[in-house]
């Protein structure tokens, strides 16, 4: 699994990026994390609003800054209601 942050490195970009490690450390995922600092780059992938989430070439989130819990349940593919 490549799972990508992206964003300019905001503080809501640094948290995304560590809730996604923090998700994948829980389920036990051995992911590729990376994150993509570049505007032309995200822009590139599709991104619109940052910070944003994108998992093997799908942007899963946008916008705000993802739960542990919420990225957790999109990585595991659970469409629980909240």
């Given at each position: ?5 992206a964003?300019?490195?905001c ?6 990026e ?9 389920l036990?995922?051995?992911a ?5 600092y ?12 940052t ?6 070439g ?10 542990v ?11 629980e209601?909240?």
């Amino acid at each position: 699994m490549k799972i990508r942050v992206a964003g300019p490195g905001c503080p809501r970009c640094q948290t995304t990026e560590k809730n996604v490690i923090n998700a994948c450390s829980e389920l036990g995922l051995a992911a590729d994390i990376s994150h993509v600092y570049d505007v032309k780059e995200y822009a590139r992938l599709g991104v619109r609003i940052t910070p944003a989430v994108i998992v093997d070439g799908e942007i899963v989130t946008s916008g705000k800054v993802p739960t542990v819990e919420e990225l957790k349940k999109i990585l595991t593919g659970a469409s629980e209601p909240d």
